[in-house]
Structures are given as structure tokens and as C-alpha cells.
């Protein structure tokens, strides 16, 4: 349901802060581990700038899965 969320949540290029504020979330530690980490293992959502993921202009984008997958969720139902 986290996953899901930043999905739907996700446009563009975001950064943390982009998405913690549109999420309404105010916790960086619950927001990594319980949304962006499991969105980033599954290959769901990338990192913008993998190489210097400390970058404070790293930005998060869905991934071609990521998209596919809300797509799917949203043809069949799942996404408000």
C-alpha cells in the first residue's frame, strides 16, 4: 500500500522532500525505509543520479516496471 502510494504520488523526476510534502509524511526515516527502499528494490522507482545517491539533487522517477505496474492497477481498479 506505501509502494503504491509513492507510485501514484510520483511525477516526473521528484525529490524526497517533492514527495515527503506531497505525501504528507514528515518522518525522512519512515519515508526511506517504509515507501522509497522497497520502491527502489523492487525496480519499481530509480534514482535520478545513482552514482552520488547522497546528491542533494538527487530525484526520484518511475521506472518503465514502475510505470507498467500502475498502469495494471489502475486498468484494474486498484488506484483511486
Not at 517504509?34 to 543520479?49: H, S, W
Amino acid at each position: 500500500a506505501q509502494v503504491q502510494r509513492l507510485l501514484e504520488t510520483l511525477e516526473g523526476e521528484m525529490s524526497r522532500n517533492e514527495l515527503q510534502e506531497r505525501l504528507g509524511l514528515r518522518h525522512r526515516v519512515n519515508f526511506r525505509d517504509g515507501y522509497v527502499r522497497p520502491a527502489l528494490e523492487t525496480g519499481l522507482v530509480e534514482k535520478t543520479n545513482p552514482d552520488n545517491p547522497r546528491s542533494s539533487k538527487q530525484k526520484y522517477r518511475l521506472t518503465a516496471k514502475g510505470r507498467a505496474w500502475l498502469a495494471k492497477q489502475r486498468k484494474a481498479g486498484g488506484a483511486a
